[in-house]
């Protein structure tokens, strides 16, 4: 089992930046698909940006060019950089990370994170 722990969340005007982070433990051979996803009050969950098994890295057009998501496969922890934000990226912001664990070697497993609030004011 892998458990992943999020922060850097928090209350933040219109314009201003945060970093949050997701760090993995447990038993982990190595990492993969890397995401971070966030939910907003009344509506689906939607991705914001990914970082594919190939190292091609996507985003939702509505955050290109002000978010951007990093990874440290030494530290099992992945990061996703905000800056000039919007009260439209008011949301819960959820990890997500594939990887190879020690208990099973032939399979990829995802495990979410418990979700950092992400508060922008007007």
């Known amino acids: 089992q892998v458990q992943l722990v999020e922060a850097g969340g928090g209350l933040v005007q219109v314009g201003g930046s945060l970093r949050l982070s997701c760090t993995a433990s447990g038993r982990i051979i190595s990492m993969h698909r890397s995401a971070w996803y966030r939910q907003a009050p009344g509506k689906q969950r939607e991705l914001v940006a990914v970082i594919n098994r190939g190292g091609t890295i996507d985003y939702a057009n509505s955050v290109k060019g002000r978010f951007t998501i990093s990874r440290d496969m030494a530290k099992y922890a992945i990061y996703l950089r905000m800056s000039s934000l919007k009260p439209e990226d008011t949301a819960v912001y959820y990890c997500?990370?594939?990887?190879?664990?020690?208990?099973?070697?032939?399979?990829?497993?995802?495990?979410w994170g418990q979700g950092t609030q992400v508060t922008v004011s007007s």
């Open positions: 997500n990370l594939e990887v190879v664990e020690a208990s099973d070697l032939r399979s990829f497993v995802k495990y």
